[in-house]
């Protein structure tokens, strides 16, 4: 391999300008050629490395326009990656070695100086350049960013990661007061600006090391944002389930808790009601008759409390079954009649001949109809209809009235917990829990499908859900049944 | 209260909410189909079980001295009380109450508060 080394000399005594460049012509041999230029004060020798490439700068640290280790660092802030042997005179070797120090290869003596000597320096300044520049290479590419920080807090180096970190040129950086105070025994967590505007997190790990031949900080700077994003995500979820397990046994606590006295209350009415204490005048009866339907209210209300506290806990089992949509309408429209007897509102039911089976669990589905059909005949003025259809994947039933319809300002606000309309104009004064849509959302939820309320202005409300069809639904295990209450 | 008839259900309530037992045995005895008897506890209800020989028997689950389920399971021991018919009385819904009342052989759960159409369904 024919290697060339091009070496700039920079060396004011023309005596060892001559002398070098004869143990540099006797050091050639058949791999290696050199080839030199010399200049005689730092000025030159800096003229020149601006114009020109070199490997390896051979230096005489006592120029006529610079002394001393003052040389070394001009020629360095020049040209920080270029090789530099120094020459030192006899009895500086002290200064050699400082000057390896302050980031030259290697030193030799003049006095010592022969051609195995300076080829020897040479070839082994070029060797630990070419690891150096490995290294750096390395350090330069490492997926986290890395600094060098001296004791007087200043910025001596950063590689490419540690730049897009703090989002900085490396001339904002290098040479630049570092805000952030190391230490070695704790790592320092600190925010940095995004690109987005936003803010991420990095952590930042030290060590003391000697750099240069001061002593100074190490530091990795590593993005943790992702990670404290999981970590606070994780503590959220914690947290939520620990007061959501609170709340539930709470509200599950307040709702049994009442249903002890509200039984008595009930038994003890319904005993008055019913004359089993005695006969009642017209008025004790009606005043008994408000407080039995108030009873009746507390309690729906108490039951759909504790359904939605099951339901929105993932308590509840759901028993998810093909099933026909059309029987299920059905019956649940025959039930709905049979309880709205001798009302002036029609239920009318349009069905087509034939739906395909959906998956859901039937108890369920039927108790959301059921609430969608009642709330519809306490609003309607004369009509209820009930339709399905089904598309490709689902099954849509539709439920309208031909009542006021709904507020627009409320329609997004309808599923909502203790949401209520305005009641309906000659309503019986029958007040719902405000529970039943947010039950119904609940449910379909669980069920794989959606709960939607639209309406036509002036034409009434129409409540809309869907059920997936059961050949869309992949087979999933049975879960056990049993979320209705035993008696109901 | 009209006089029992010869072929009339006799139902023991046993429960400790005597608020409750009041107006539940008046409304029975008032139907004229149930002889009622009544205890407020379950070791009470346990002894009255043995004597007063009920078709059926409501029983509240938590009570002093023998609770709900402990009651069942004595009256499930002993071979004169074993014919019985239980029905649980609760307010409280706990997940697994429909397989525990399973498991200790009783025929029907009446929640509280219930109708008193749940409350003949199950007499």
């Known amino acids: ?488 | 209260m009209p006089a029992p008839e010869i072929k009339a259900k006799r139902v023991l309530i046993v429960d400790d909410e005597r608020d409750l037992v009041a107006p539940l045995a008046l409304r029975l005895r008032s139907l004229g189909r149930f002889e009622v008897a009544v205890a407020y506890d379950g070791a009470e209800g346990l002894d009255k079980a043995s004597w007063f020989r009920p078709d059926v028997m409501l029983i509240d689950l938590s009570m002093p001295k023998l609770d709900g389920w402990a009651l069942c399971a004595r009256l499930r021991e002993d071979p004169r009380t074993r014919g019985i018919k239980l029905v649980i009385m609760t307010a409280w819904l706990s997940p697994d109450l429909g397989r525990h009342a399973m498991a200790e052989g009783v025929a029907d759960l009446l929640i509280k508060p219930f109708e008193d159409e749940d409350l003949l369904r199950v007499l």
Not at chain 1, 98 to 122: T, W, Y
Not at chain 1, 374 to 389: E, H, P, Q
Not at chain 1, 410 to 421: E, M, N, P
């Open chain 1, 1 to 488: 391999m024919d290697q060339r080394v091009s070496i700039l000399l920079i060396e004011d005594d023309p005596d060892y300008t001559m002398l070098i460049n004869v143990y540099v012509n006797e050091a050639c041999g058949d791999s290696v050629k050199y080839l030199i230029e010399s200049a005689v004060s730092l000025q030159g020798g800096l003229d020149l490395l601006s114009r020109q490439e070199y490997d390896i700068v051979l230096l005489d640290l006592m120029l006529p326009d610079s002394r001393g280790l003052d040389t070394l660092d001009k020629i360095r802030a020049k040209t920080p990656s270029m090789p530099v042997v120094v020459l030192t005179n006899l009895d500086h070797d002290d200064l050699g070695v400082e000057a390896i120090a302050r980031g030259a290869q290697d030193f030799l003596s003049k006095n010592k100086l022969d051609a195995g000597r300076l080829r020897h320096a040479i070839g082994f300044a070029l060797a630990r350049d070419r690891l150096f520049l490995q290294m750096e290479h390395l350090i330069e590419g490492l997926p986290d960013g890395m600094l060098i920080v001296d004791r007087s807090r200043m910025v001596r180096y950063a590689n490419a990661a540690a730049l897009a970190l703090f989002g900085r040129k490396r001339e904002q950086l290098v040479g630049r007061l570092f805000e952030h105070a190391l230490s070695p025994d704790r790592a320092l967590e600190i925010k940095l600006p995004d690109a987005g505007g936003g803010e991420r997190s990095a952590e930042i790990r030290a060590a003391e090391i000697e750099w240069k031949g001061y002593p100074a900080w190490v530091a990795t700077v590593r993005d943790v944002s992702e990670l404290k994003k999981l970590e606070q995500v994780r503590a959220e979820v914690k947290e939520r389930r620990r007061t959501d397990g609170l709340k539930d046994q709470l509200l599950s606590t307040v709702a049994h808790e009442l249903r002890t006295p509200l039984s008595v209350v009930k038994a003890v009415i319904g005993t008055l009601r019913d004359h089993l204490a005695g006969p009642l005048t017209q008025d004790q009866a009606d005043l008994i008759g408000t407080a039995d339907r108030h009873i009746g209210r507390l309690t729906r209300l108490l039951n759909n409390f504790l359904d939605l506290t099951r339901l929105e806990s993932r308590r509840s089992r759901v028993n998810r079954q093909p099933l026909d949509p059309l029987a299920l309408v059905d019956e649940v429209c025959e039930g709905v009649r049979l309880a709205h007897r001798g009302r002036s509102v029609a239920l009318g039911v349009e069905l087509p001949k034939r739906l395909p089976a959906v998956k859901a669990d039937a108890d369920m589905i039927a108790q959301v109809l059921g609430n969608l059909l009642d709330n519809a005949l306490r609003y309607a003025r004369g009509r209820v209809t009930v339709r399905a259809k089904a598309s490709e994947d689902e099954v849509e039933v539709s439920v309208v009235d031909d009542g006021p319809g709904i507020p627009t300002e409320k329609l997004a606000l309808l599923f909502d917990k203790f949401v209520q309309l305005d009641r309906p104009k000659g309503g019986e004064g029958y007040k719902g829990t405000g529970l039943g849509l947010a039950i119904s959302r609940e449910i379909m939820t669980l069920n794989g499908g959606r709960i939607w309320a639209d309406n036509a202005p002036g034409r009434g409300a129409c409540f809309r859900f869907t059920l997936p069809l059961a050949s869309k639904v992949e087979a999933e295990p049975a879960e056990e049944v049993s979320h209705a209450r035993p008696g109901d």
